[in-house]
């Protein structure tokens, strides 16, 4: 298949939320007797208890006897953004490339996604739809001497013209040290054999269940968020709006998906972003040393987890876990847990008749290349005060309610995050709202922002959860006609 082939089949399954194997209303009953099914126990711990982890007297590193997995470290950042200039910190470091995998089938035209109900320790509810396949190297390298992850062969050896989406994307940076996943969607043509903790859903459905709390994980929203539906000039948009959408030109829905699909009608050009981001990039310093944890200024290691002396931002715990369903079925590791929740936003406005993202540059101690492209407010609740004016925060906090298009929680990856999450949210601007912008910020599109996606390292991983989750058939009935 070609590009264009590739984008029309993910977008009809975008605006497709009919499914002959499973209703929408149906997936909820079908998460909660996978979950009834498994038998979840997470214990606290000390850290001497941990059977294959130890702290390394020598460096001060928590890291697995195998040298496989993760290592929690400490780290001294300096930079030249933002209030607090210096500061020190644990970190994960993982440096292998995880694999985030979903294998997809065509039927009658449709195009549906193989998704798990997995169970992740970290997890609130402990059941989430995740990946078809959601592994690090050192587990499907079977470090842990389990069982080899089902569907493992589908991606590894999957054939060039089977991969419908293959990109390297970026952790979250102030919890990883420049951490990476490879997502990929790959399609099969042969029968695919079936399980009862496996499920078939189009793409409409899968954002429509993003509406609910805590139900789709970080690891299917972030391959989700990289998926192409094509460009189309203005002239060829009107065409499509003409014979394939019935709708009214005002609803919400229809703005995202015109300004998902048109790449000609966006305020700033390419190179004009390029520049912008250059630009910060060169002007911002950010530098990491590594630091021994019983060295860190401001943390302190107890028997039992590693927490900062104002009971701030997080903490490090070990865990005992066992799962009943896993490969391993019981194993031990640290946990991050946050102190607070916290809030991830963007403000979305039409411009020249498309809506864009008001989207900022921000810096993050884990990033690959300083900068990442992040939504237009991200912050732990505990770590900002109204009266700080954190930009464009007290005006999401005091949206109404008709701004208000999306807010949600939705939780963070549950193998290395315990019970953390975020409240997810898309506000509508008004016609008041300033134009005049900080120099870190800047109006795009989502398909500019889709285009940015192709490349390692541009947008950050809540960026990609929020646009994940934008709904193209809220108040619209897609008429099946050529694309």
Partial sequence: MDSNQINNLFL???????????STAEVGQWLQKRKDTVEVDVERIAFDKL???KFDKKNGNLHHLSGKFFSIEGIKVSTSVGEVLNWEQPIINQPE??????????????????????IEPGNINYVQLAPTLQATESNFT???????????????KAEKEKILLNQLQSEQGARFLKKRNRNIIVISENKIPDNEYFVWLTLAQIKKLMKYDNFINMDTRTVVSGIPYGRYTADELRLFETYNIKTNENAFSYDLLRSTLDFDSALHSFDEIIAWLTALKAKYKLQIEKKSLLKLKDWKIGESEIFHIKQKYFKIFAANISISNREVKSWQQPLVEPVDEGIIAFIVKKIKGVMHL???????????????????VQCITDSYDISEDLPFLSYVLNAKPNQIKLDTMQSEEGGRFYKEQNRNMIIQADDDFPMNIPENFIWLTINQLSMFLKFNNYLNIQSRSLIAALDFLQEFEFISGDL
Avoid at 12 to 22: H, Q
């Fill in 358 to 376: 008001l989207v900022q540059a921000k810096l993050e101690c884990g990033n690959y290349d300083i900068l990442e492209m992040a939504p237009t």
């Fill in 51 to 53: 059977n294959e982890w």
């Fill in 97 to 118: 490339i995880g694999l985030l995998g979903i294998l997809t089938k065509k039927v009658d035209g449709i195009l549906y996604f193989l998704l798990q109900a997995k």
């Fill in 12 to 22: 009809r399954s975008a605006l497709t939320e009919e499914n002959p194997f499973i």
């Fill in 142 to 156: 079977m470090v842990h001497k389990g069982k080899k992850p089902l569907f493992l062969d589908y991606f590894l």
